[in-house]
């Protein structure tokens, strides 16, 4: 038969024993399981985070969050207005502190789209024709400028069409 040491007292004693004859010591076995079942629980983690990640809702761009739901005056929940997909191509040039913005294509249809509000470094500049060839001069600095240009659609809905940090 094998022999085993005590851990604790050093005596030598047969393997298959579970207590130590020389000091009384309870001898714990190995659980050949526990490399299986620790693998088994992370494997249940990363799933669990998998699924949170995958369940949780992405903020629409140029929507803040609390305007997701908004309430109507009888109290009851009203749905945002949702984004349209159409697309409004617009480019930027600068000459020395001026801004001119062009609208080169829109898929939008007509009536779709209400103003293009544009703003510049900040603050609210104007706003630029909706159609096909519009275009507009705006007040920047001598410096580096960060435009944007928002759409707001007649559903209500508002859209960063175009966004320059360095023009």
Do not use: W
């Amino acid at each position: 038969m094998t022999q085993k040491t005590c851990p604790h007292c050093g005596a030598s004693f047969d393997a298959a024993r579970t207590v130590c004859p020389t000091c009384r010591a309870l001898l714990k076995k190995k659980n050949p399981l526990v490399p299986y079942l620790v693998i088994g629980v992370l494997v249940v983690v990363v799933v669990i985070l998998v699924a949170v990640v995958l369940t949780t809702p992405v903020e629409t761009p140029g929507l803040p969050e609390s305007a997701a739901i908004s309430s109507s005056s009888s109290g009851t929940a009203v749905a945002a207005p949702t984004q349209p997909t159409c697309t409004i191509a617009i480019t930027g040039s600068r000459a020395g502190s001026s801004i001119r913005l062009q609208v080169m294509t829109s898929t939008c249809s007509a009536g779709d789209v209400s103003s293009l509000a544009v703003a510049v470094n900040g603050a609210a500049a104007g706003t630029l024709g909706t159609g096909a060839g519009a275009s507009g001069t705006y007040a920047g600095t001598s410096g580096t400028n960060n435009v944007i240009v928002t759409a707001k659609f007649a559903s209500g809905a508002e859209k960063i069409m175009y966004q320059n940090a360095a023009l």
